[in-house]
């Protein structure tokens, strides 16, 4: 099956600091990537929708200058995580589907595990 | 709008008992429904779609409509059954690929 891989899959900053985290589609060419964080033991938010060449779309809450998402092209999106701070800790998922694959299957990245001190 | 519900955060059932994880859907036209699992320290991963109407790993899903339903069975629980297990929605012209998450249920199965 389609590959997502996101890149690192741990990270430890310090509070004010900023982090990029990278999901790429190793086999495939995404128009459209996912953001989700994940609290421990709980469901995915879905944060934005990132778009290929436009402006990510974020969800009802989530600030947009504080996660900045740029997906330059058809097989990277970032997430960058402006200005850290300690309730930013989370686990942080990207998704994509293959827009020609005939399955609705959606492939995720393995996480990564932001820790804000 | 789309809502999934996941009535259990927690099922613990023994090892050769019958599981069933519940999940409800509120989505007015016809949806697309999912089960998705996530081992310990493992990405999540897709476990069975409605449309498929396959056996994974033993696990069977039947959609309902009527009672929008979509709940996954497995006749015989094993130990590495245990993991988290989302349910997840989707439908004809939402956003490719978006989903639309219940909020989990973590399985355990004891020896």
């Known amino acids: 099956g389609a590959v997502v891989s996101q890149h690192p899959s741990r990270v430890i900053c310090k509070s004010g600091t900023s982090v990029k985290i990278e999901c790429r589609s190793l086999?495939?060419?995404?128009?459209?990537m996912f953001w989700y964080r994940q609290f421990p033991k709980q469901s995915l938010m879905l944060m934005a929708t990132s778009n290929e060449g436009s402006k990510a779309t974020y969800e009802q809450g989530v600030e947009k200058d504080k996660f900045l998402i740029n997906h330059a092209s058809l097989t990277l999106s970032t997430l960058t995580v402006t200005s850290a701070h300690p309730e930013d800790s989370s686990f942080y998922i990207c998704?994509?589907?293959?827009?020609?694959?005939?399955?609705?299957?959606?492939?995720f990245g393995q996480g990564t595990r932001l820790t804000v001190v | 709008a789309q809502r999934v519900t996941q009535p259990e955060k927690l099922l613990s059932v023994f090892k050769g008992a019958p599981v069933e994880l519940k999940c409800n859907y509120s989505?007015?036209?016809?949806?697309?429904l999912f089960w998705y699992v996530q081992y310990s320290r493992q990405r999540l991963q897709l476990l069975l779609r409605?449309?498929s109407r396959e056996s994974i790993k033993g696990f069977t899903a039947d959609l309902n409509k009527g009672e929008t339903s979509f709940h996954l069975k497995k006749p015989f629980a094993q130990e590495e059954d245990s993991a988290m297990y989302y349910c997840a929605l989707s439908y004809r012209g939402s956003t490719l690929g978006r989903l639309y998450f219940g909020r989990g249920t973590q399985l355990t199965v004891w020896p």
């Open positions: 989505y007015s036209g016809s949806p697309e």
């Open positions: 998704s994509a589907r293959d827009p020609w694959a005939t399955n609705t299957e959606a492939f």
């Open positions: 086999d495939f060419q995404a128009t459209t």
């Open positions: 409605h449309i």
